[in-house]
């Protein structure tokens, strides 16, 4: 089947990636992923609500067993990080002794991602990485060691494929960078 035409959304300035390239990269970490942990059962923790989507193609490249919880983070209020991370729904399930790959959206101050590293280390997981769609280097405020990225991108606002902006574009297929006063 062709891949679907794209004509952006009247908000977005311009698209920073394609479905295509979406789709190619995330074969890619999957295939990585699978080789790195052959043998093992990994457990994916995704961070809602930003990484589903990501989640959803990730997980049908990942060829080693593995089963999913979530966990909710907040930090961000329209376009600007609140600085103060809060846990806003726990894992269902104790990751004591488990093979753990973090899914995220995107990293970008870092704070929301060591917060979290944090909090599950002190759970003792067997192993626990990281696996980030999206990577803002350019704005750590917090090293964090990201195993697997999917695309470094700039200092933008981004959109789509899960991310959002109050809760809006989520659902676009590709991500893109919003027009100034797009969310309104
Ligand atoms: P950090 O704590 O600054 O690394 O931010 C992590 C969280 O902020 C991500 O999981 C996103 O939910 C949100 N975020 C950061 N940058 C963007 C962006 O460009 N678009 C949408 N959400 C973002």
Redesign the pocket.
Known sequence: MPDRVQSPHPDIERILLTEPQIKARIAELGARISRDYAGRELTLVS?LK??VIFLGDLMRAITVDCSVDFIG?S??SG?K?SGV?RLTLDLRESPEGKDILIV??????????HYLLENLKTRSPRSLEICAFLN?AE?RQREVGLKYVGFDIPD????GFG???NERFRNLPYVGVMRPNGGK
């Open positions: 961070v930003g990484s983070l930090s961000y376009t990080s991370v995220e959206d995107i990293v970008d101050t870092g704070l929301t991602i803002k704005c933008e606002f981004v959109v991310l959002d902006h």
